[in-house]
């Protein structure tokens, strides 16, 4: 990697704080397994003005999915399941599962038709089961559905199970038919239950035990004690022009304050940058870090194939784990190679993983709201501009 060419992409974070476009981040790059940057920029808290440090703590949101997918498939490797099986099987509380086809928006009552096909394991996976987020998919009916019922979408300080949570969406009509379009949603979050069934153990320490503790994830996991909100960065918003914490009462406290009671597979989980460094990492290994085999290569190799090729378009698919970049998106340019993977998370975080370059890129923001940002792009344009064998 150049050091020129670092320092470039070192000054424009920089500069984007400075300029008041951002509180604050931290970003890392790694190339061949060495980190090459891993710098904070800015402050952690708008408000205290407390500085931003490399060890930092970041809500993940929905970069947990890749997380839960990976547990998912070390399962799955141990012939616990197949990915065809219906979900069903494992929480019959799917099985009588139906597509919304009515709804009275004066009481929310609704009424749904049986679904054609069953859930699959599978299909949670990939976003293709007709389970949406109740919050965000553009659907005022489901929204008042998941809201009247309790559902819990991930970011909760509430005293709620991941069972109890589940089992009350299994209740709820799905969005379409499963099996056949893209729908982002909670499937990972009944990923999350149904990893409780078929492991016997709590989801945090299947996690834990399974995942965390080999890759040397030691700054990962739902919630952490009280005397670690000092490492949280505060979720920021835009008002007026000044950066501002959310307030008190906007529930983003749940990693170290609440209930700490929900492991939600789709958006849970916190950790560092550097930690998460190490997940994909092991993905670019071939399903190893530092001695620990957590996949198998072949399993690593369906994890990032097309499962619906006629789904998406000609610059993007979805695999088992993570969006994916296309041979026709990566010669327009900015991208990364063909088969470079990536995802992003709801507080303004995002990661790839280039692994024909072996380039490892992670900027982790927390932030909330309309907000003049353009370290995505242009971090991840420059990094691969930085690339000089």
Not at 120 to 148: F, S
Not at 287 to 313: H, K
Request: hydrophobic share 40%; proline share 4%; aromatic share 10%.
């Amino acid at each position: 990697m150049s050091a020129e060419r670092l320092s470039k992409i070192d000054k424009m974070m920089q500069d984007e704080v400075d300029n008041g476009n951002l509180p604050g981040m931290v970003a890392l790059i790694a190339r061949n397994g060495k980190i090459v940057l891993h710098q904070a920029y800015g402050v952690a808290d708008a408000e205290t003005g407390r500085k931003m440090e490399k060890d930092a703590l970041f809500r993940l949101a929905s970069q947990t999915k890749a997380i839960t997918a990976t547990a998912v498939m070390i399962l799955w490797e141990e012939g616990k399941f197949r990915l065809n099986d219906p979900i069903s099987n494992y929480i019959p509380e799917f099985k009588n599962a139906g597509i919304l086809s009515g709804f009275n928006s004066d009481d929310t009552t609704f009424t749904s038709t049986p679904a054609k096909n069953k859930i699959r394991i599978r299909d949670l996976l990939t976003h293709t089961a007709g389970l949406g987020y109740g919050a965000i998919d553009g659907d005022e009916r489901m929204k008042m559905i998941y809201a009247k019922a309790g559902i819990t979408e991930g970011l909760s300080n509430r005293d709620i199970t991941i069972a109890d949570n589940i089992k009350n969406l299994a209740k709820l009509p799905l969005h379409q038919e499963p099996g056949e379009k893209f729908l982002y949603g909670m499937g990972l979050d009944v990923l999350g239950y149904f990893i409780e069934i078929v492991s016997g153990m709590p989801f945090d320490e299947f996690l834990s035990e399974r995942l965390f503790k080999p890759l040397g994830m030691n700054n990962t996991g739902f919630y952490f004690p009280e005397k670690e909100a000092k490492r949280l960065v505060q979720v920021q918003t835009l008002k007026d022009g000044k950066w501002m914490n959310m307030p008190e009462d906007s529930g983003f406290d749940y990693p170290v304050r609440g209930a700490k009671a929900l492991f939600a597979g789709g958006a849970g989980l916190s950790g560092t940058i550097e930690d998460y460094a190490k997940l994909l990492q092991m993905y670019l290994n071939g399903g190893e870090l530092n001695g620990a085999r957590i996949l198998s290569r072949t399993t690593i190799d369906i994890i990032m194939s097309n499962q619906y090729p006629d789904v998406f378009d000609e610059n993007f698919y979805y695999g088992l784990a993570f969006g994916m970049t296309t041979e026709r998106a990566a010669a327009k340019g900015g991208k990364g190679s063909e088969g470079t993977f990536d995802w992003s998370g709801y507080f303004n975080t995002q990661y790839f993983a280039d692994p024909k370059e072996q380039v490892i890129g992670l900027i982790f923001k927390q932030t909330l709201g309309p907000v003049k940002d353009v370290t995505a792009w242009k971090f991840r344009q420059m990094v691969f501009a930085a690339v000089e064998d």
